[in-house]
């Protein structure tokens, strides 16, 4: 005969393998996921993996105002790659929910089905988030540079400031391809709004100034001024060259931590006149040279030309 401890434990044994089976009963009656179901899933999964990842994040970052913007190409891949996997759901798992025991990302099944069968929208609408924080981004570092026009010295009007479809195309030439890679078209200049308004404001505040600033360009050296009005026709075609000098007297030298030269520069400004614009308009610009051995600097580095803010300024 079993001692009583022994029967106890059959018992306990007994009751533990009914409550398992009547558990898996009662999940399978009431359609909920097993183990089976979630490991054939992830199997089926497994060549697709990459491409929901960036459904994944497109999902993830769509509301973030400062998530980097996925490229077109990763966008139009992966909702491609993915529509494999969409038939394979429509087959065999079309209502699968979310197993109660997940607790791991890995099997919640019926969210990984869900991102899968939403991917067009959730596509649409990152893209449409990301350009609208983007702009909000550009707008609020307008605002910025309004407010520290002083520290700047007035150095802080984008170049195309008075060309708003120049300044738009700097945005729509990223975003064209990024919306077209969900089927969908740019859209329409309204958009920019918020964005126009913090041009319009810091435009309106450097116009203000433009009388602040002194000509301090003084000193001359003629490679580099020749340079500056070469690089002028395509920095603004449009311009009328006022006049053009160095704001360094000599050359100033790049050194390594070892005191070796790596190369030199000399920085100069330009001051032109823009069409239907009452101040004239000052540049900074670089003539850079990289250092080669033995005493001796190349014609020019690539690194020369332009900054990209310009400031208002008076035309005397």
Known sequence: MLQFKESISIYRLLGAAILTISM???????GLVNYETVKAFKKDAAPYIEAISWISTMYDDMDKDYAPVMDAGTIKKSLADVSGFAAIIKQKYASVEDPPWA???????GS???LVEGREEIAKKYIANRLVAVL???AEQMDKDRMNLASSLGFALPVGFDDRELLHSTVSKEFTPIFAAAGLSMPDASIFAAFDKSVDALVSEARKHAADWKWDATARNATAEAKARQWMKTFDPKAEIIKIGMTDAAWKVNRNSLGIPTGRYMRGMILYRKPGLGECVAA???FEQSYTGGGAYNAMASTSGFTYLVRMQSCK
Do not use: P, V
């Not at 898996?24 to 009431?30: E, P, V, Y």
């Not at 607790?103 to 099944?109: A, C, M, R, S, Y």
């Open 284 to 286: 900074k610009f670089s």
């Open 24 to 30: 898996a009963a009662i999940a399978s009656a009431q």
């Open 103 to 109: 607790h791991n990302w890995e099997d919640k099944i």
């Open 112 to 114: 990984w089905r869900k």
């Open 136 to 138: 909000k981004k550009k």
